[in-house]
């Protein structure tokens, strides 16, 4: 393990690939700190450019924006109260009433601080469990993987932010998306309407295009934001010395590993890591009530679970090929386009190219540690920059991204068009990480569920003779039913609480 | 009835939820036809049309569990939620959602090429989203001159993108 990671440490560190490593980071953290840009967003416009690269290094370079994303959402949650990111949600809580009161240089310190140590353990993790996952993976039946995709959709549904049934809503939304064209089980033409164009189904770019970029056009346009005012990020330097980190070691350590396996749960994303982290270090802290009033264990709680979320959700994708959250799934479809074939079997059959993302992981948090603590205050300035001057300009490379993958116009179509379903599900409160979910897996489900009957002489009841399966499908029924059971419970505490009083 | 169809309608929340449900059942309702008239299995026990009926079933439910909440629910008791920091206007994305659409006609149908084409989409999308101010057209202009006709050289003879150039006033460009 040591030596392939050595390895991969060396190719890191080469030019090219540690040029696409710390453009990737400065890139993420840039976008992170935009508020109404995100990591998706830019991932997704960036695919198309990687196909004329090696698939290393393309891969290299979007997990560096995916680091870089989640971590620059603290600037803008820091000295905007907005979060660049949904995952910095939490870091607004204390992180914007301290720089209120005159200690920004504090409050980015212990944001970038915490970042890099959450995203550190969340790498440890990453290097320690990832091949023996990986092995004990390849042990899955289609049964497992079956049951493993339903309980993604169900996680992602259940936790995603809003209501449940409009989670489900939109997983299985993605997956009807999903199945036009050709079926890859027995060829099979379907769903098309006679559209020729359909035969091909809808391609994976411009569907992400649409629905993470061209959406997000739509609603800008559609929301006239006051124009935000930052405050000042201060002259002082933007560093927390040793003995205040050993201070807050307990807490950053708990919210690391707490992010970790909130990221390792399928579907999951990083706004549920640091909101259960900030709950759990309130909970254990002494001083409960500074909490929301600019207080450091929020900030620290915060900033190292949603960090630690990127390496938590990177191990179910490397392993077996599940999205542990929505960028998760757009890194899926970039190995997918680079032809590489996302699942246990990537270790054996590409294992330099997954210790090489583990290499660029751990190096991208560090640069992104060195680029927020040295430009945190050129980002502040440019985090307010007017979106009439980007959007445009990002909504061409949509265009040119969408129609480079198949040289056509249809697929710019698409684009348009899911652009237009993304706005109007976000005006009804459907959730879009779902959709995506559900869009990636719905073949893989599909198609492990068609195998699983015809391998099975008992049909569904095959099921039974797998007893990891059977687990997979317990914990997706008990997903489902749970906030029934809790909404009854809070129901009949609230009809005692009255009865009493 | 009546309070059934106040209860749909009364708030905007409900509106929404009511839209969706019915979006979702036409959805449903298309992709069952269009799975009924697939062959039957002849690989496996469920064929090509028992995942798409599924999901459309279950798309269907979950429609229908939407409406009856709202309807098992008195009205005013989940108002909707007011967001004092932003004003909606609906022309400005109507407008944003036209602009590509004309962009993409005038280049399938040669009208315009790339670069010109996507120039002027720029501008038009810098003064729907910067209301059309000075400042922000100032500096719109330029920029997607630079972009559009940037952009185009990049991929075009980097990339080998075959990005449409031709163009009905000019042949090429």
């Known amino acids: 393990m040591l030596g392939e990671l050595s390895q991969a440490f060396a190719f890191i560190f080469q030019p090219w690939p540690f040029f696409w490593v710390l453009l990737g980071t400065a890139l993420g953290v840039f976008v992170g700190a935009v508020p109404g840009l995100t990591g998706g967003m830019l991932i997704t416009l960036v695919m198309p450019l990687t196909f004329f690269m090696d698939s290393t290094q393309a891969l290299v370079l979007l997990v560096a924006m995916y680091v870089g994303s989640?971590?620059?959402?603290?600037?803008?949650?820091?000295?905007?109260?907005?979060?660049?990111?949904?995952?910095?949600?939490?870091?607004?809580?204390?992180?914007?009433?301290?720089?209120?009161?005159?200690?920004?240089?504090?409050?980015?310190?212990?944001?970038?601080?915490?970042?890099?140590?959450?995203?550190?353990?969340?790498?440890?993790?990453?290097?320690?469990?990832?091949?023996?996952?990986?092995?004990?993976?390849?042990?899955?039946?289609?049964?497992?993987?079956?049951?493993?995709?339903?309980?993604?959709?169900?996680?992602?549904?259940?936790?995603?932010?809003?209501?449940?049934?409009?989670?489900?809503?939109?997983?299985?939304?993605?997956?009807?998306?999903?199945?036009?064209?050709?079926?890859?089980?027995?060829?099979?033409?379907?769903?098309?309407?006679?559209?020729?164009?359909?035969?091909?189904?809808?391609?994976?770019?411009?569907?992400?295009?649409?629905?993470?970029?061209?959406?997000?056009?739509?609603?800008?346009?559609?929301?006239?934001?006051?124009?935000?005012?930052?405050?000042?990020?201060?002259?002082?330097?933007?560093?927390?010395?040793?003995?205040?980190?050993?201070?807050?070691?307990?807490?950053?350590?708990?919210?690391?590993?707490?992010?970790?396996?909130?990221?390792?749960?399928?579907?999951?994303?990083?706004?549920?890591?640091?909101?259960?982290?900030?709950?759990?270090?309130?909970?254990?802290?002494?001083?409960?009530?500074?909490?929301?009033?600019?207080?450091?264990?929020?900030?620290?709680?915060?900033?190292?679970?949603n960090n630690a979320n990127v390496g938590g959700a990177l191990i179910p994708m490397i392993t077996m090929g599940i999205p542990g959250s929505p960028i998760d799934a757009i890194l899926l479809s970039a190995l997918i386009l680079h032809n590489l074939q996302p699942g246990p079997l990537l270790f054996i059959t590409n294992g330099d190219f997954v210790w090489a993302l583990m290499a660029a992981y751990f190096v991208?948090?560090?640069?992104?540690?060195?680029?927020?603590?040295?430009?945190?205050?050129?980002?502040?300035?440019?985090?307010?920059?007017?979106?009439?001057?980007?959007?445009?300009?990002?909504?061409?490379?949509?265009?040119?991204?969408?129609?480079?993958?198949?040289?056509?116009?249809?697929?710019?179509?698409?684009?348009?068009?899911?652009?237009?379903?993304?706005?109007?599900?976000?005006?009804?409160?459907?959730?879009?990480?779902?959709?995506?979910?559900?869009?990636?897996?719905?073949?893989?489900?599909?198609?492990?569920?068609?195998?699983?009957?015809?391998?099975?002489d008992n049909g569904f009841w095959g099921i039974l003779d797998r007893p990891i399966a059977m687990s997979f499908l317990a914990v997706s029924l008990a997903m489902l039913v749970w906030p029934f059971v809790q909404q009854r419970r809070l129901k009949r505490q609230r009809q005692l609480q009255e009865a009493k009083g | 009835m009546h309070a059934v169809l106040r209860r749909l309608w009364g708030e905007n929340r409900r509106r929404g939820d009511t839209l969706l449900a019915c979006g979702l059942l036409g959805f449903s309702g298309l992709v069952v036809r269009e799975a009924n008239r697939l062959p039957p299995p002849f690989f496996d026990p469920l064929g090509s049309a028992a995942a798409p009926r599924l999901v459309a079933g279950l798309l269907s439910l979950l429609g229908l569990i939407l409406v009856i909440r709202w309807i098992m629910t008195p009205l005013h008791t989940m108002p909707d939620p007011v967001d004092g920091s932003l004003r909606a206007t609906p022309v400005s994305a109507l407008a944003i959602v036209v602009a590509p659409i004309v962009y993409l006609l005038l280049m399938q149908f040669e009208l315009l090429g790339f670069a010109p084409a996507s120039t002027l989409l720029i501008i038009a999308l810098a003064a729907i989203l910067g209301r059309a101010r000075r400042p922000v057209m100032i500096v719109s202009v330029p920029l997607a001159v630079v972009a559009s006709f940037g952009l185009n050289a990049l991929l075009t003879r980097f990339f080998f993108i075959d990005l449409p150039q031709r163009s009905f006033w000019t042949g090429a460009i």
């Open chain 1, 364 to 456: 991208a948090n560090i640069l992104m540690f060195i680029i927020m603590t040295l430009s945190v205050r050129t980002i502040a300035r440019v985090v307010v920059i007017n979106k009439a001057y980007l959007l445009p300009v990002i909504f061409v490379f949509c265009v040119v991204g969408a129609f480079a993958l198949s040289n056509r116009m249809y697929d710019v179509w698409v684009m348009i068009g899911f652009g237009v379903l993304g706005f109007f599900l976000d005006r009804v409160k459907v959730p879009l990480g779902p959709f995506v979910i559900g869009f990636v897996l719905a073949e893989i489900f599909e198609v492990e569920l068609r195998s699983s009957l015809q391998m099975s």
């Open chain 1, 70 to 305: 989640v971590s620059g959402g603290l600037i803008s949650a820091t000295l905007l109260r907005m979060p660049g990111t949904p995952s910095s949600i939490m870091t607004t809580f204390d992180g914007y009433p301290m720089a209120q009161r005159g200690k920004p240089e504090r409050a980015l310190a212990l944001g970038i601080g915490a970042s890099l140590i959450g995203g550190l353990i969340a790498g440890v993790f990453l290097v320690l469990l990832s091949p023996p996952l990986s092995r004990w993976a390849m042990t899955f039946s289609p049964w497992e993987f079956f049951t493993m995709v339903l309980m993604a959709i169900v996680l992602i549904a259940s936790i995603s932010q809003g209501s449940m049934v409009k989670g489900l809503i939109a997983g299985f939304l993605g997956m009807a998306f999903a199945m036009p064209g050709l079926n890859e089980s027995d060829g099979q033409l379907r769903l098309t309407m006679g559209i020729q164009d359909l035969s091909a189904g809808f391609n994976l770019l411009p569907v992400l295009l649409g629905v993470f970029v061209m959406s997000q056009i739509i609603k800008e346009a559609y929301e006239l934001h006051k124009t935000p005012t930052a405050l000042d990020p201060g002259r002082g330097r933007v560093l927390v010395k040793l003995a205040e980190w050993r201070r807050h070691s307990v807490n950053i350590v708990r919210s690391g590993v707490i992010g970790t396996w909130i990221g390792i749960l399928p579907g999951v994303g990083a706004s549920i890591s640091s909101m259960v982290a900030y709950a759990t270090a309130k909970n254990f802290s002494k001083t409960p009530e500074k909490f929301g009033s600019g207080h450091d264990e929020g900030i620290v709680a915060s900033e190292a679970a």
